[in-house]
Nanobody
Framework: QVQLVESGGGLVQPGGSLRLACVAS????????MGWYRQTPGKQRELVAD???????NYVDSVKGRFTISRDNSKKTAYLQMNSLKPEDTAVYYC?????????WGQGTQVTVSS
């Protein structure tokens, strides 16, 4: 059974940076396209960035130029480098497969951007 564990969130001031990590155990991670998603209370979870098995990346317009998704297949880990953070980036961040979430969601990691 695949287990996803996200980490790296926290409280940061506007303009600050965070690096999120997601470890996927129990799976051949390298064969999957991966995505970072986020969710705020009362809203549906949204995909913010994805990375294919080959390393191609895509971003939602609201994070382009600020967020960078990457992966280390040897560590079964996906990363999300978030720079120039804005209050509207506040959310719980999750990772899962892309384009559809195939695995059970992890607990997520809370990102709060506030002064």
């Amino acid at each position: 059974q695949v287990q996803l564990v996200e980490s790296g969130g926290g409280l940061v001031q506007p303009g600050g940076s965070l690096r999120l990590a997601c470890v996927a155990s129990g799976t051949a991670f390298r064969f999957y396209d991966m995505g970072w998603y986020r969710q705020t209370p009362g809203k549906q979870r949204e995909l913010v960035a994805d990375i294919t098995r080959g390393g191609s990346t895509n971003y939602v317009d609201s994070v382009k130029g600020r967020f960078t998704i990457s992966r280390d297949n040897s560590k079964k880990t996906a990363y999300l480098q978030m720079n120039s953070l804005k209050p509207e980036d506040t959310a719980v961040y999750y990772c899962n497969t892309f384009p559809s979430a195939s695995w059970t969601w992890g607990q997520g990691t809370q990102v709060t951007v506030s002064s």
